[in-house]
């Protein structure tokens, strides 16, 4: 079934429809706020707060954009809010986010792809994990950056070619 069709039994009442669609889409959408935050209970609480904003939405939504852009687009707006959030905390408060942070990247052993993402601009590292972490189309990319086809593409090469060129630095 497609996700314009639960849309419109969800607007019918239709429980299992609203069960189905959040199975479909917690799992990528945890693991996309959990590369763009760093933390996992972070990610899991963004990604609730994702499925409340879908479901109070859903009245509101039309079927001119891509479902999946949707849903990514409220989790990609929470997790940008959540960043700023971050950024206002004291410094003592940093340097434990940043500890913590880095605990977290060694005991799951991405230390390297990380740097690599820590070097790109926000936009890049965004584009970079819908693409690859999330498999969205450059299409999907731009509605959810609110982008062009070709910034989002843009993005991502130029992405690619800054890790490629840190990567063969540090080599």
Do not use: H
């Not at 079934?1 to 039994?9: A, F, K, N, P």
């Not at 693991?31 to 509101?60: I, M, V």
């Not at 999330?134 to 299409?139: D, G």
Request: aromatic share 8%; proline share 2%; hydrophobic share 35%.
């Amino acid at each position: 079934m497609s996700d314009d069709e639960l849309v419109e039994q969800i607007r019918q009442g239709d429980g299992d429809a609203a069960e189905t669609l959040v199975r479909r889409y917690y799992v990528p959408i945890l693991r996309y706020c959990r590369n763009r935050c760093g933390s996992a209970e972070k990610a899991e609480d963004l990604t609730q707060e994702t499925f409340l904003r879908l479901f109070r939405a859903l009245p509101d939504y039309r079927r001119k954009r891509r479902f999946r852009a949707f849903v990514y687009t409220i989790a990609d707006r929470l997790c940008i809010d959540e960043s700023r959030k971050l950024r206002q905390y004291p410094l003592e408060d940093e340097r434990q986010l940043a500890d913590e942070r880095d605990r977290i990247r060694q005991a799951e052993d991405r230390a390297d792809v990380d740097a690599l993402l820590d070097t790109l601009s926000p936009e890049q590292r965004t584009a970079v994990i819908l693409r690859y972490g999330e498999r969205l189309s450059f299409r999907e990319i731009g509605e959810v950056m609110g982008c062009e086809l070709r910034t989002a593409q843009s993005r991502v090469r130029c992405a690619l070619r800054i890790m490629r060129e840190v990567w063969n630095d540090e080599r």
